[in-house]
């Protein structure tokens, strides 16, 4: 079946450091989708990425979708302390009207 | 958007017994699904619920245990059938909306039922 991998598991930065974190798919994706989950919350929508080689920014969250549409990556510039959390990447095979598949996760730390 | 209420937020429940979640969203929405949720883990799909027919039910889940209901476009049902602790888990509702100018298909979620099973 559909499977999506995520690293690092988890990532301990600095405040003012930068954070990437990558995402494979084992099959091609119609779209990739990112979340952001807080501790104690649940999942709030980033963004979706859906053409090939594609790339999107949101202030300082810069967010790439591979050329083979297999892998993605969600990079924090200068990170902040609201930055915490655990990010998941999340893909859709056959077309948006599909069920979409959870990546494992990034927690991220960030020491003030 | 779309506001997702899901109830209860918690509960603590006896083995055997069997536990049923709603959820409700604010407006009509092209899919609903529902997770689950381990402490520390990610989400794992256990099913997509279909609008007035059975619901599809990933790998590793089952009808039996997880029935599932959606009799219209804004509500539906999970139920967690003869419960044992490791089915203790946080349970998400999440929909999903194809409408409006955005149109990015993004995926909102309830706050989760939290079940401990003992």
């Known amino acids: 079946g559909q499977q999506v991998m995520q690293i690092p598991q988890y990532q301990h930065v600095q405040e003012g450091e930068d954070f990437t974190t990558y995402c494979n798919s084992s099959?091609?994706?119609?779209?990739i989708q990112w979340y952001k989950q807080r501790p104690g919350g649940h999942p709030v929508f980033l963004i979706q990425l859906v053409k090939s080689g594609e790339v999107k920014k949101q202030k300082r969250l810069t967010f790439q979708f591979g050329e083979a549409k297999k892998n993605s990556s969600l990079h924090i510039t200068a990170t902040q302390t609201t930055d915490v959390g655990t990010y998941f990447c999340?893909?859709?095979?056959?077309?948006?009207?599909?069920?979409?598949?959870f990546g494992p996760g990034t927690s991220l730390s960030v020491i003030p | 958007s779309a506001v997702i209420s899901q109830k209860p937020s918690r509960d603590i429940c006896q083995r055997g017994t069997s536990l049923t979640i709603q959820c409700q969203v604010d407006s009509q929405v092209t899919m609903m699904f529902w997770y689950r949720q381990q402490p520390g883990q990610s989400l794992t799909l256990i099913a997509t619920a279909n609008q007035g027919s059975e619901a599809t039910y990933e790998s590793g889940f089952v009808i039996d245990k997880f029935p599932i209901s959606r009799p219209n476009l804004t509500f539906s049902t999970l139920t967690v059938s003869n419960m044992s602790p490791e089915d203790s888990s946080i349970y998400l509702c999440?929909?999903?909306?194809?409408?409006?100018?955005?149109?990015?298909?993004?995926?909102?979620f309830g706050e989760g039922s939290r079940l401990t099973v003992l």
């Open positions: 099959t091609t994706l119609s779209n």
């Open positions: 999440s929909a999903r909306s194809f409408s409006g100018i955005a149109n990015t298909g993004e995926l909102f």
């Open positions: 999340a893909g859709s095979m056959k077309t948006s009207y599909d069920k979409v598949i």
